[in-house]
């Protein structure tokens, strides 16, 4: 799934349903050079995230956090 801005309520949560009740997992490819300010909007979710960057480097943010990830490194 490709995924271009992050709905959120009112404390910035993702309103996003991942996957289903049965099986409650999603996958999402970003492409942040086709995003605005090559960005993905902040947001939190209660879900794990598993991530893993494939090409380029990404500023990763978790709270006041920045990890700087490369092509082949991730974060759960």
């Known amino acids: ?3 271009s801005y992050v709905d959120v309520d ?3 949560q993702s309103i996003l349903q991942y996957g289903t009740n ?3 997992v999603q ?3 970003d492409i942040f050079s086709d995003l605005l300010n090559n960005k993905l909007n902040w947001h939190w979710h209660t879900e794990l995230e598993f991530v893993i960057i494939l090409q380029g480097t990404v500023r990763y943010y978790i709270g006041e956090h ?3 990830l490369h092509a082949g490194e991730g974060v759960f």
């Open 1 to 3: 799934m490709y995924i």
């Open 66 to 68: 920045c990890l700087v």
């Open 10 to 12: 009112h404390n910035m």
């Open 22 to 24: 049965e099986f409650p």
């Open 27 to 29: 996958s999402f490819i």
